[in-house]
């Protein structure tokens, strides 16, 4: 996470060369941008390297992570967050100590965005958890129409099978991509539940009422 940080930085002075400061900043402002970090920080750099874990144990390693979420510093204007899914349980017995891990960055980074959201007049955050989904996933396959969710279909490329919708998992890490329709499917149908609940709402109210109120709102919802 803190590389592709330091990757946007590193756009965000290319753009400003090529479009000029002005131009380059209206368009880091009226972006969307969709963050889904934190699992190869916990997963890949913190418990397979002894020597982070000698420098922090879980919760102040989870602040690193948090405290390093500056795209709101950057100029982002609009940002969506996607949570940790039940990252212990990947293709495997679920390990308790991945899972805290995840559900802890999951609850510090929504409390970071809820600080700067408030501080911050005019971004549009929102958070949407998935942690809950996937562990679900894992534990009822055929709930969703899966038959195998421990074991990834295709992810060592020796084999291709016709049916990889059968599956959860793609290879040991990452989910197949009926997986990701249902997910993004969820996530989709939440923001116009949010969306017209509040809407109707606002038109319910007092007209006078600014719009910046109802955004608000909204995301608070979503958070």
Known sequence: MLEQLEL??????????IAGETKALAIVSESLYVLCAGADDICNTYFTTPYRRTLYDVPSYVSLLVSSAE?????????????????????????????????LFNSKM?????????????????????????????????????????????GTGA??????????FWDSFHPTERTYDIITDA??????RACCRKTLSFLLRDRALHHSVITNTFLQDLV
Not at 80 to 87: K, R, S, T
Request: glycine share 6%.
């Open 8 to 17: 946007f930085r590193e756009y965000v002075e290319r753009l400003k060369t």
């Open 71 to 103: 795209l709101a510093n950057l100029g982002a204007r609009r940002i969506a967050f996607v949570g940790l899914p039940p990252i212990g349980c990947v293709n495997r017995n679920c390990d308790p100590s991945l899972n805290h891990a995840a559900s």
């Open 110 to 154: 929504s409390e970071e965005l809820q600080r700067i959201s408030n501080q911050h007049h005019g971004r549009r955050i929102a958070v949407f958890g998935i942690y809950s989904m996937v562990l679900d996933m894992i534990q009822d396959p055929s709930y969703y129409g899966f038959d195998v969710a421990t074991k990834g279909c295709c």
């Open 159 to 168: 084999l291709e099978v016709s049916d990889d919708d059968r599956y959860v």
């Open 187 to 192: 996530i989709v149908e939440k923001c116009f």
